[in-house]
């Protein structure tokens, strides 16, 4: 048993606080379905024009509308956990037309995402809707073409810019990680991929190719980048949580691998309060719009790592996870303790 399960037969405290939160409101959800996707649309048409007075107007456009996208994704986001509405069929069904919106196959993410969820923090079971990470020791066990791979796969820019734009437009168009018998996650690949063409023709046709690419590019690159960037955070923190599967625990995936992100007003809400990731981790059948809520409610989940924009920023050269210490660490850090550690050795 873990050293933080409950008794015998008894639940966690958290348990029953959660279920408090649980329960879709068909108001606020529909509510939060328009105001997404009504001025997404209204900045995509004012990007068409926009391409009539300066491409600078574009870009910053575009910029506005990766934010309206953000938001779209935590609304097929929750979808995928069955959250939104309390009908799991008007869950899906909604889940796969903004798949389409965001590049990514519903069904296939789902299964990936779930994945991520049942197995954050436990060093056994990385690989699934997360950032790889190795710890301190496994780098050091490789060669120089590992280690120089992982270096380039944890740069800044190919973690924050290239790599987010090769998940979303690259990535999602083929079924990996996918078992032959997932036949549904395999059909939602394909059938966003024949959405996302037919689309893209008919844009073409109309707007011209050119154009077309110039609207959708930007908006792709931003949306990609603002969305990996706000997952990377709540999760590559230096105090965050890594175990072995037989010392993992739930609560504490939850709770300290998860962080508070804190974000001003405007910005919670372009990114459907899911700054508050130690709640949903620890339930992810709460709507994103009673998080907030749950978290101020109650205390248990008020004493967690708690980041702020700024403070954030000192994540990004966080690279490794060193098991003595139990925490992040940057390149540098980790061949600083590996030599005190080898010098150690030497001097016993």
Known sequence: MSAHAPAAGKKPEWINIVKRYQTPNPWKSAWQMINSLVPFFVVWVLMVWSLQVHYALTLVLAFLNALFLMRIFIIQHDCGHN????????????GNLLGVITLTPYYHWRKMHA??????????????????????????????????????????FIMFVVGPVIVFAINHRFPSKLKKNETRERRSVHNTNMALLAIFLLLGLNLGFKETLMLWLPLTVFSSVIGVYL????????????????????????????????????????SGSIGFHHVHHLSPLIPNYNLEKAHYENEIFQQVETITLLSSMKTIFLDLWDEQTRKLVSFRQARKLMQQRAAQGAAS
């Open 83 to 94: 959250s939104f509405f309390a009908s799991t069929k008007l869950n899906n069904f909604v």
């Open 115 to 156: 994945k991520h969820h049942a197995g954050s923090g436990d060093l056994e079971f990385r690989g699934f809707g997360d950032i790889d990470t190795l710890t301190v020791e496994e780098y050091h066990a490789l060669d120089w073409k590992g280690k120089l791979w992982y270096r380039f796969y944890r740069h800044p």
């Open 231 to 270: 997952f990377y955070v709540q999760h590559q923190f230096e105090d965050t949580y890594w175990r072995w599967h037989d010392e993992w625990d739930y609560e504490m995936a939850a709770l300290q691998g998860a962080s508070f992100f804190k974000l001003p007003r405007l910005l919670q809400w372009f």
